[in-house]
């Protein structure tokens, strides 16, 4: 009698196994495109056997549910991790620069050299009928569209290194929303653990948003045992460290904080204002590695690695050893710079002093050193520089009040340094009145055009930058922007590559298959038809032993 009833248990235990199972199996079915699931399987174990009193040994009792595990591999969760950091940044990089390339829209019809070929050749033009109105009217609009190229272009940098530093902002907001979810998921699995429970789903959401961190922070994620739990299993912290500081710590959370540059604390002096600086909430330094926030970083203030210039300093702060927007904007006011001293004064060695020209022999004449169209004998040069800055009003600043009262050429040369090629202009002179464009290197001669000649050498010249004339200077910026964002398209495709590999290896040990949870499916119900069948046929044996055997 006792033997029998026994069998029942069995087959309950039977019954519900498979069910639990099934259970199992329906998750994981229902579950197949969610992002971050990982595969759960029960481990299905033998219930602890009875002893047999007769001493013929023990009698098994049937199976249990020992638990539900999750089937997760961590170290290729740590790699991907990895990698997807370096992807992070990379990725970045790759975008920005491509906007950084058609921002300067080099080569093209409508880019720096067909502009400039478009100047000289008015000048040439020029140079044919020195006294025609329309061709010094073309000479001064070809000179026009040069400063509005530069013009242009600086105040798409400026946008451009505005809008990175939004996304900065951005970027920092949503690792301290990843960081809170993580928080309040921490507190929840190891509530959900204490008695011995996985938290199998809970684990799948902080995995997701571990992987979302990855990609735009430099990050190392561990799970640290910190001893036993009440039912034996291990009790543990789980802690995310950004460059060796805890950024999560279990239940605690270290955010990041923002800090606006005040005026006059730039990093590089092509800087816009109100750029922002990372730190912790507690205001130690952070530095960061890599991911998203790395690139954005590098391409909003990479200079090459150039120190802070005097009167723009940030405290301990240094330019990444990037070539980021501050270097191309640093290239093109360093270019405009050297290109208005050039053609007004003639200087191209960089010292304020006039440079030899080895095939005339003669000192480059500048187009202040000309005389203006209707000069008379006896009159001095124009003074009259063809290229100077717009004012804080945004109109073109005449010569004279660009020059001041420079009188060597040293202080000549240093009015430059207020050039940039974002206020870099065709001077107010030049603009009210054609007839000051100096082609003559004398007075009273209208057909002279020997300084106009001397000015048209400056496209040749080899000596006005380090890199050549003035078109090799441009295409060696071009060709460094090529080269930096080939870079960035190359280690880009390699980082996606390898992310691409270590997802799909992911999957493979945690994604759901429905061919194998079919199979199961199967599995599972002829189990559990079984042990009905068992109960069925142990329902038979009492009716027999109950009701059919009894005391006539």
Do not use: C
């Amino acid at each position: 009698m006792r033997e029998g009833f026994f069998g029942l248990n069995v087959a309950v235990r039977g019954l519900y196994t498979a069910q639990r199972a099934l259970d199992v199996v329906n998750h994981n079915l229902n579950n197949v495109n969610t992002p971050g699931y990982s595969r759960q399987q029960a481990v299905q174990t033998a219930a602890r056997p009875m002893h047999i009193f007769d001493g013929t040994g023990m009698l098994g009792t049937g199976s249990d549910v020992k638990s539900i595990e999750r089937i997760r591999d961590e170290y290729m969760d740590f790699k991907y991790w990895s990698e997807n950091i370096a992807m992070g940044e990379w990725n970045v990089k790759r975008e920005l620069l491509a906007d950084i390339e058609a921002t300067i829209n080099e080569p093209s019809n409508s880019g720096f050299n067909k502009i400039l070929a478009e100047f000289f050749s008015s000048l040439q033009e020029l140079g044919k009928d020195p006294s025609s109105s329309a061709v010094r009217s073309l000479v001064r609009e070809k000179g026009v569209m040069v400063a509005k190229y530069f013009n242009s272009v600086a105040a798409h940098f400026e946008k451009l290194q505005a809008d990175v530093n939004d996304r900065i902002k951005t970027k920092v907001g949503e690792i301290n929303s990843i960081g809170t979810q993580i928080q309040q998921l921490n507190r929840q699995i190891y509530a959900t653990e204490l008695d011995g429970s996985n938290a199998n789903d809970l684990r799948d959401q902080r995995a997701l948003l571990v992987d979302r961190l990855s990609r735009i922070i430099n990050m190392e994620a561990n799970e640290v045992v910190v001893g036993k739990l009440p039912g034996g299993k291990d009790d543990k912290r789980f802690v995310i460290s950004v460059s060796g500081k805890a950024f999560i710590d279990h239940f605690q959370l270290t955010r990041l904080s923002l800090n606006m540059r005040q005026t006059g604390q730039k990093l590089n002096a092509e800087d816009i204002e109100n750029l922002y600086e990372i730190s912790w909430e507690d205001k130690n330094t952070l530095e960061i590695k890599g991911g998203e926030l790395k690139g954005l970083l590098e391409i909003r203030d990479g200079n090459d690695g150039d120190p802070a210039a005097a009167g723009y300093p940030v405290p301990s702060a240094k330019s990444p050893l990037y070539k980021g927007i501050p270097f191309y904007q640093k290239k093109l006011n360093q270019f405009v710079r050297t290109f208005a001293m050039a053609f007004n004064e003639g200087f191209i060695d960089g010292n304020g002093d006039k440079s030899i020209d080895d095939a005339a022999g003669e000192n480059l004449r500048g187009h202040a050193d000309g005389y203006k169209l209707d000069s008379v004998q006896g009159e001095p040069p124009s003074g009259i520089r063809f290229f100077t800055r717009l004012g804080e009003n945004g109109k073109p600043v005449s010569s004279a009040a660009f020059i001041g009262g420079a009188a060597t050429n040293a202080e000549i040369y240093a009015a430059y340094d207020s050039i940039t090629a974002k206020n870099f202009a065709v001077s107010e002179d030049i603009q009210n009145d054609i007839k000051l464009i100096s082609a003559s290197d004398a007075p009273g001669q209208v057909g002279n055009i020997n300084n106009l000649n001397s000015v048209l050498s400056m496209r040749r010249n080899p000596k006005m930058f380090a890199e050549g004339a003035p078109e090799d200077f441009m295409k060696s910026l071009v060709s460094i922007l090529g080269v930096d964002s080939q870079q960035a398209v190359v280690l880009s495709g390699n980082h996606e590559v390898i992310v691409k590999q270590l997802e799909n290896r992911r999957i493979s040990i945690s994604g759901v298959s429905i061919d194998e949870e079919m199979a199961n499916l199967v599995k599972f119900q002829q189990a559990y038809n079984a042990s009905a069948k068992m109960i069925t046929t142990m329902a038979e044996v009492y009716d027999t032993l109950i009701n059919r055997m009894g005391v006539r």
